[in-house]
């Protein structure tokens, strides 16, 4: 059974940083790709970026710069460091197994101006 198990999110000033953690288990962690995600309150969830297997990222243009993901394929984690939030940043934030129905819980994120 895959699960994913998001942690790390709180509430931070605007300028402040964070680091989510992605904890995968059911799946064969170092060959798959893995996404994060994010929906602010009334809002469709939308994509922040993408990590192949071999750590190659591709981000959404809103977050380049100031995003950046990591993967620990020995402890099956996906990271995504998040610096100079934005107020507009602020969104519950998903990891998602491509291509499958498999997402986790959600960690909120929420950044004061």
């Known amino acids: 059974q895959v699960q994913l198990v998001e942690s790390g999110g709180g509430l931070v000033q605007t300028g402040g940083s964070l680091r989510l953690s992605c904890v995968v288990s059911?799946?064969?962690?170092?060959?798959?790709?893995f996404g994060w995600y994010r929906q602010a309150p009334g809002k469709q969830r939308e994509l922040v970026g993408i990590?192949?297997?071999?750590?190659?990222?591709k981000y959404v243009d809103s977050v380049h710069g100031r995003f950046s993901f990591s993967r620990d394929n020995a402890q099956n984690v996906v990271y995504l460091q998040m610096n100079n939030l934005k107020p507009e940043d602020t969104a519950a934030y998903y990891c998602?197994?491509?291509?499958?129905?498999?997402w986790g819980q959600g960690t909120q994120v929420t950044v004061s101006s």
């Open positions: 998602h197994l491509p291509n499958t129905p498999h």
């Open positions: 059911g799946t064969t962690f170092s060959t798959q790709s």
């Open positions: 990590i192949d297997s071999g750590g190659t990222v």
